[in-house]
């Protein structure tokens, strides 16, 4: 039998985060890139894609968003309004370092782009590949898995006064136009 490798994951201090939001400050304004797509098969799963599909009913093809109960919803079904979770590139690499760890954010996208409220306000819509997205007003804030994987210092990075204005923790969005959407592709307003 072979011995099991534990991995220790140490996770950032605040001063660490804080002296890496710089980078995340320069994330482009109106023209990114799509840096990863990450789909979410069951709980706790991820699946890491090159191309994805956006569709008006499933958001991410394949992903589990519509299987997912909502709190805002009054029935308990999945927010249409959260189909997408958008995090920023810049933001989670400085949280996680090692790539690998990245998907366990549990969002869809990882674009380079600014996610600022200021940037990008709810209705704003975005092209990517040849599927369109819009932001929503629903907040996307930092929740107890998102703690775990990452640290308490992270969770409260993202959940800081500048963390909420710069959506450090992400955005949502829904699709408005189906398409094909791939890594490397551009991001940008329309």
Do not use: Y
């Amino acid at each position: 039998m072979g011995e099991e490798t534990v991995v220790e994951v140490r996770h950032l201090s605040a001063a660490e985060l804080e002296a890496g939001l710089d980078v995340v400050r320069q994330s482009p304004k109106d023209r990114g890139t799509l840096a990863l797509i990450v789909r979410r098969p069951a709980v706790d799963e991820r699946e890491v894609l090159e191309e994805g599909q956006l569709s008006l009913d499933e958001g991410l093809v394949g992903d589990t968003w519509r299987m997912r109960r909502s709190s805002r919803t009054a029935d308990g079904s999945a927010h249409p309004d959260m189909q997408l979770n958008i995090i920023n590139a810049r933001a989670i690499a400085l949280i996680a370092p090692d790539a690998a760890r990245r998907p366990l954010a549990g969002d869809q996208l990882h674009v380079d782009l600014d996610l600022s409220e200021a940037n990008l306000p709810p209705g704003t819509r975005l092209a990517i590949g040849d599927a369109i997205i819009e932001v929503t007003a629903q907040p996307h804030t930092g929740c107890q898995k998102f703690r775990a994987r990452f640290g308490t210092d992270a969770f409260k990075f993202v959940n800081s006064p500048a963390g909420m204005e710069m959506h450090l923790r992400g955005i949502n969005a829904k699709v408005v136009q189906p398409g094909t959407i791939r890594v490397g592709d551009s991001v940008r307003k329309l």
